[in-house]
Each structure stands twice: as structure tokens, then as C-alpha cells.
């Protein structure tokens, strides 16, 4: 297994630029999400799926559209890219399993890609 | 709602000294945690993950945690550094909803000879 693929692994853009980040997993999990990383800030969701044609926003959606028209893949599109955008991006995917009554998962994370918008 | 915070943005060991990193959580909900390494431009592995099976996780490199209700910690330890530890790590929490994930803002380890 390939696992979490994403692609490109480094990209530059220019404000007002539009581009799409791709992610792709082989490990028939029903759940995708999309973080990204920004110094002393951790990671931090943007929207996440819950399987094919359901997504929702997470803590930072504003500016990032998704879509989920396969179990495989999440791609993550910037409409119009901005300098706040800069950051690092990692997909992740995972399963859903049950303990003490609840559901929660274990996630798979992509190698992430590098984005700078100037 | 679910918050986690980690005590401590950069840690500095000896090889062969304890590790010890800190996360405390907060959660509306009984807590399911995880702590993830992350090594320079790589993403994130998972080292180990608390299921509310049992307080003391064991995971992976030898790292083990702590699950303390009283405390609401979760702290990250290992009896001996190794120079291939030096890395960032990240404590995070789910709070049973799947493919939501809140993290802390991460803790650099530094393993000097």
C-alpha cells in the first residue's frame, strides 16, 4: 500500500491564483481530513469527510472548498489564493473504531505539501 | 469542545536521559488521545494512542503515556533519549467524533551527546 499520497510536494503561487491539492489514499478509509501547520500554532483542521459526497468545515475553512466524489480521494482547492495561505498542508485518512461506546479513529497522515502564496 | 495544550515549545535531553514531554487536555467529552512525532519535512506517524482501555500506553521507539483523569494529563515519556528521537512531537485529542482531530502546538526535543 501506497498509503496517504499528496501531490504537489512544493508549490509557489501568486495572490489571486487559483490551484487545487491533491490527495489520495489506498486503504479504503472512510474518513479524509486537511490540516495545515504553521509555526507555534500546531495543526489545525480545515474541512474533513466522513465518505463519499459528505464533507464538512473544520476550525479554518474559510478561502478552501473540498470535495469527496470517491472513498480514494480528498483534493483541496484555494479559489484565490492570499499570502495567509502560506503554510504547510497534510492530508490525512482514517478508520472509525468503537471503545467504551464512542467512535473515534486512528489518522494516517500524508508527506504534506509546501505552499507559498506571494 | 476539546482543547489540548503542550507545557514547553522546545525540550533539551541528554542521550540516555528521561524524556519527558507534558500535554494537558480539555474535553467536554470523555477524551480519546494521541500523540504523533513529527521528523524534519515529514508528515506526522502516530507513536501511541489512549482508548480508555488502560491508563499506561506503551507505543512505539520505546515511548510510553500516562492517562491521568485528576490531572487531565496525558504526558509522553521514554527512560532513555536517543539521538534519533530529536524530532517535534504533537499530543492530541478526539473528542468520539471521527476525522476531528485537536491539536497542541507541538514540543521540539533536542538530544545533545
Known amino acids: 500500500n501506497a498509503g496517504v499520497t499528496q501531490t504537489p510536494k512544493f508549490q509557489v503561487l501568486k495572490t489571486g491564483q487559483s490551484m487545487t491539492l491533491q490527495c489520495a489514499q489506498d486503504?479504503?478509509?472512510?474518513?479524509m481530513s486537511w490540516y495545515r501547520q504553521d509555526p507555534g500554532m500546531g495543526l489545525r483542521l480545515i474541512h474533513y469527510?466522513?465518505?463519499?459526497?459528505?464533507?464538512d468545515q473544520g476550525e479554518v475553512p474559510n478561502g478552501y472548498n473540498v470535495s469527496r466524489s470517491t472513498t480514494e480521494d480528498f483534493p483541496l482547492r484555494l479559489l484565490s489564493a492570499a499570502p495567509s495561505q502560506t503554510s504547510v498542508y497534510f492530508c490525512?485518512?482514517?478508520?472509525?473504531?468503537?471503545?467504551?461506546?464512542?467512535?473515534?479513529?486512528?489518522?494516517?497522515f500524508g508527506p504534506g505539501t509546501r505552499l507559498t502564496v506571494l | 469542545a476539546q482543547s489540548v495544550t503542550q507545557l514547553g515549545s522546545h525540550v533539551s535531553v541528554s542521550e540516555g536521559a528521561l524524556v519527558l514531554l507534558r500535554c494537558n487536555y480539555s474535553?467536554?467529552?470523555?477524551?480519546?488521545l494521541f500523540w504523533y512525532v513529527q521528523y524534519p519535512n515529514q508528515g506526522l506517524q502516530l507513536l501511541l494512542k489512549?482508548?480508555?482501555?488502560?491508563?499506561l500506553v506503551k507505543g512505539i521507539n520505546g515511548f510510553e503515556a500516562e492517562f491521568k483523569k485528576s490531572e487531565t494529563s496525558f504526558h509522553l515519556t521514554k527512560p532513555s533519549a536517543h539521538m534519533s528521537d530529536a524530532a517535534e512531537y504533537f499530543c492530541?485529542?478526539?473528542?468520539?467524533?471521527?476525522?476531528?482531530?485537536?491539536f497542541g502546538t507541538g514540543t521540539r526535543l533536542q538530544v545533545t551527546l
Open positions: 490525512a485518512s482514517s478508520y472509525s473504531w468503537t471503545s467504551g461506546g464512542a467512535s473515534t479513529d486512528t489518522q494516517y
Open positions: 486503504m479504503n478509509h472512510e474518513y
Open positions: 469527510s466522513v465518505g463519499a459526497g459528505i464533507t
Open positions: 474535553s467536554s467529552v470523555p477524551p480519546y
Open positions: 489512549y482508548t480508555s482501555a488502560a491508563t
Open positions: 492530541a485529542v478526539s473528542g468520539g467524533t471521527a476525522s476531528k482531530l485537536t
